[in-house]
């Protein structure tokens, strides 16, 4: 992966002169030279049955880029239902019960982490910050969310309670940036990608306290989007669109076969697993182990979604 593709983890928290410059992780749809599908994340509900997916259509040389083209998207497995939720949002996460997402929405040119209950479609903004606030995920138990933020100077993880209230640091980069953190099913930990920018992101953890951070990966390779798996390893993508699992200690790696991609989700049974495939602009999932990928979103979803 290039220094250029690399920017889609980076969307919420740079500045549209660098987007612009800027090629993210997508294909072209063949059916149309004009424009591009871009897609952010895909996160599993708890229960199983339905997936959230951020994605946007622009330009192939993204003249037209705004951020608040980026919508967030919720699709029901068994009925392939679509509807969209809002506009303006890239990063997102389930409530432990599945009755909430939180998700980093743009404001007037910045970002801050807004709750919202699905079956009301209420709203609540956690943050107001000055700086930029994105990328929440949800502890275990529901009382905290982490998110990325830079209201400290630079890119770093903070932890704040689900209603919202005064955040606290957990990471201290000394000039890289911290992005995209995720909770361990324990709730003691999370895992995150640290930038330093030398194309070689790296797959970090650390304790709450920000007292234990260890690099996992301690490579040459460019990892990113890094989840948990129910058993307690961890998936990753590279810059190679390669995907990995490995142990919670960095060791036992392996790449997964018969898949390509940006970014990867394992259901909470471990099942299944769902995936960004950067070649074809498609989310895609599969029984594990290897089952059949089966294309569940694209640029047909997008553009038929229910308001």
């Not at 996460?93 to 599945?98: C, F, K």
């Not at 058993?231 to 390509?260: K, N, P």
């Not at 099942?271 to 089952?291: N, S």
């Amino acid at each position: 992966m290039t220094m250029r593709s690399r920017n889609l983890g980076r969307l919420a928290a740079v500045g549209v002169a660098t987007l612009l410059a800027a090629v993210p992780i997508v294909a072209l749809d063949e059916a149309t030279a004009d424009d591009r599908l871009s897609l952010g994340m895909v996160e599993w509900s708890p229960d199983g049955g339905k997936l959230l997916v951020s994605a946007m259509i622009t330009k192939r040389d993204w003249s037209d880029y705004t951020p608040d083209k980026w919508g967030l998207y919720l699709l029901e497995l068994d009925s392939g239902r679509t509807a969209k939720l809002t506009d303006g949002a890239l990063y997102a996460a389930w409530s432990p019960d599945g009755g909430k997402i939180a998700f980093g929405r743009h404001f007037e040119g910045n970002w801050d982490i807004v709750v919202r209950r699905l079956a009301t479609g209420d709203e609540r903004r956690l943050t107001t910050h000055a700086a930029k606030d994105s990328a929440p995920a949800w502890s275990p138990d529901g009382s905290r969310i982490a998110f990325n933020s830079e209201r400290s100077g630079a890119t770093e993880i903070w932890v704040m309670g689900a209603d919202g209230g005064e955040p606290r640091q957990i990471t201290y980069g000394d000039g890289s940036a911290s992005y995209n953190p995720v909770w361990s099913s324990d709730g003691d930990s999370l895992v995150f990608y640290l930038e330093k920018g030398d194309n070689r992101d790296q797959i970090w953890t650390t304790d709450l306290a920000g007292e234990r951070a260890v690099n996992l990966t301690a490579d040459d390779q460019h990892s990113f989007f890094p989840g948990w798996t129910p058993a307690g390893r961890i998936v990753f993508a590279r810059g190679d669109g390669s995907l990995w699992l490995m142990q919670a200690d960095g060791s036992q790696r392996r790449r997964l076969a018969g898949v390509r991609g940006s970014y990867a989700r394992y259901s909470t049974d471990g099942k299944r697993l769902a995936w960004i495939d950067p070649e074809d602009e498609r989310v895609y999932i599969r029984t594990e182990p290897q089952g059949v990928p089966l294309p569940v979103f694209g640029r047909e979803q997008v553009t038929s979604a229910e308001p």
